[in-house]
């Protein structure tokens, strides 16, 4: 695989799991291909089903109000998840379907080589640091693995459903923008 478009074409012939039967649109992720910080969330609402891009409902509006934060834009970073199509009534993404999934955003993290990862929410953060993570013990606390950094962070739809994790969230943005000043 050499670059997102040819990744992209084959993703969109993808039927490995049920949740490529049941998707309006595929939701491959976008964002710069040469990003040195790539957010990953654990799939597709119903907004991003229906337009065919990650993070564009309410959870997205907040993503791009906290990268607006910490002064930087949607095109300056790539937004991801770890399946690319829609759960049917947004339920969490099934082991099975992680799985046959989670090789296209392998190939992501090969093809855009990001200096940061972070992971939104739980799920992602399991798949992607430690199966046993608990995201409310370990939000914030980086992890360097195969050359990248990584961290944890609440997702930004459970931002919206709890006002306690408002002031944490923001502070992992504020983290994110010094790792980001000082690996620049």
């Known amino acids: 695989m050499h670059n997102l478009d040819e990744l992209k074409e084959m993703v969109e012939k993808c039927y490995k799991c049920r949740l490529g039967d049941t998707r309006n649109n595929l939701v491959f992720g976008q964002g710069n291909e040469n990003a040195d910080i790539m ?29 607006e934060g910490i002064n930087l834009t949607r ?28 090789q296209y955003l ?14 939104l929410g739980s799920i992602s953060s399991k798949n992607i640091i430690d199966k046993n993570l608990r995201i409310t013990k370990e939000r914030e606390k980086w992890v360097y693995k195969k050359g990248i950094w990584i961290m944890p962070t609440y997702h930004p739809s459970a931002v919206l459903r709890d006002e306690k994790k408002k002031r944490p969230f923001w502070m992992d943005f504020k983290n994110i923008r010094e790792k980001y000043e000082e690996i620049s």
């Open 39 to 67: 957010f990953i969330g654990e799939g597709p609402g119903y907004h991003e089903d229906m337009k065919g891009l990650a993070f564009v409902g309410p959870a997205g509006q907040l993503l791009t109000k906290a990268l």
């Open 75 to 102: 095109d300056q970073v790539y937004i991801g998840n770890i399946v690319k199509c829609r759960s049917p009534n947004n339920r969490n993404p099934k082991d099975d379907e992680m799985e046959a999934c989670i």
């Open 106 to 119: 392998r190939w992501q993290v090969k093809i855009i080589k990001p200096k940061i990862i972070v992971c």
